[in-house]
Structures are given as C-alpha cells and as structure tokens.
C-alpha cells in the first residue's frame, strides 16, 4: 500500500497523559499536513510541513500541542496533558509540492483518539 | 475569517435518484475548491475547481464553480447505495497551504 499511512488507528487514553501519532505520507510528498476532525464536522487544519520545516500553525494548536517531521519523511503529532476535548479523528494528509493553483491532498485513515 | 458552509446537512434519497450539494464559501483570495469524499475512514479526493478549470465530470458525478456568486455545487445522478457517504467541500485561501472544510453533507442512498 503506497497511501498515506498512520498509527495507531485508534488510542484511549486518561485525562492529563501524553499521547504521540506518527504519519508516514507517500513517499514522494513533500508537503506534509495534520487536521482534527469532530463528529459532524468538517476536518479543521492544525499545521503544515514543507519538508522538514513548519511553515503554518492553527490557533488551534495550543501549546500543549507539538508536531515535528525530523528528517522530511514521517511525522509525529504529540499532545501533552490531554484534556476530555481533545477527543477527535486527527488526520494526516501529503501531497507533492508543486506550483500553480494545485492543492490536492491525500489523506491517511486518522487516529481516532479517546481522552476518558 | 474564511469560511464554508454546506447545505443540505443531510440528505436521504432512493437508489437511483439524482442529488445536488452545495457548497458556498467566503475566503481571501480563493484559490481553488475541492470536493472529498468521506465514508468510515479518510476523505478521498473527487474533484478540484479553478479559474482556469470551473466545472468537472467523472462518470455518473460533476461539478461546477461560480466564482462570482461564490459557490459550487455537486451533482450525482443515476446514485447507487454505495454513493452513501460524507461529501466535505473545501477551499484553498490564497497565501496559505491549508484546506478549510465545511461541515459535510451526509448523503444516504436507500436501496
């Protein structure tokens, strides 16, 4: 399978522990990005990876929130100190880097994450 | 603030009918708008529309882009059960990597 791949698809955790998810995108995707997605809604954008740098970060991503993609290949989504909202399906997305107007993104299967 | 609204939020149709979904957006500097498609697990691409390519078709789906009026519409005729499913909109803010979806629009296809 050459998709976007991520683990684990699914994690429970307590209130207040630290959880990590890793995104693997396809292999030629430069761009590299993370959305959290809530029942009966849209995905919404979390942060952008070019390579191996961040270039765009949602309000949305509170401090205890950090992403990382070390060496422009995978990438981890870590959240400290997780709080009952963090509850959501957070997805991973790549897509080539090219110019013009082109934005089209393949996503992975997400992580559904339970904070009890 | 960018934003994109979808309408009907759901829609529960008989096999074989044909289904309109819209999609209206506000955004600084549109770049372009994409269709998804959503069922248990990650949004699969469907289309992309630009200035430079409004309206598109594959198979029994189109859909156009009015960029004037500031909305695009998803048209699938002849459906089939195993069009039931989430369809996300998103747009492309000019200036910015980003996708910003609206809420989706469940459709069920009743056989």
């Known amino acids: 399978d050459t998709g976007v791949s991520q683990d684990p698809r699914h994690k429970i955790t307590k209130r207040g522990q630290n959880v990590t998810f890793r995104c693997d995108p396809i292999?030629?995707?430069?761009?590299l990005y993370w959305y959290r997605q809530t029942l009966g809604q849209g995905p919404e954008f979390l942060t952008y990876?070019?390579?191996?740098?961040?270039?765009?970060k949602s309000r949305l991503l509170s401090d205890r929130f950090s992403a990382e993609r070390p060496k422009g290949s995978f990438s981890t989504l870590e959240i400290q100190r997780t709080e009952q909202g963090d509850s959501a399906m957070y997805l991973c997305a790549s897509r080539i880097g090219t110019s013009g107007w082109d934005n089209e993104q393949f996503f992975g299967p997400g992580t559904r994450l339970t904070v009890l | 603030e960018d934003k994109v609204v979808q309408s009907p939020l759901s829609l529960v149709v008989h096999e074989g009918d044909t289904v309109t979904l819209n999609c209206s957006y506000e955004?600084?500097?549109?770049?372009?708008l994409l269709w998804y498609k959503q069922e248990k697990k990650a949004p699969t691409f469907l289309f992309m529309l630009?200035?430079?390519?409004i309206e598109k078709k594959s198979g029994r789906l189109s859909s156009i882009l009015d960029k004037k009026e500031l909305f695009s519409i998803l048209n699938i005729t002849a459906t089939q059960t195993g069009d039931s499913a989430i369809y996300l909109c998103a747009v492309t803010p000019g200036g910015a990597q980003k996708l910003v979806f609206g809420q989706g629009t469940r459709l069920t296809i009743n056989p």
């Open positions: 292999s030629e995707h430069n761009r």
């Open positions: 630009t200035s430079s390519g």
């Open positions: 955004v600084t500097n549109f770049r372009s």
């Open positions: 990876f070019q390579n191996e740098a961040q270039l765009e």
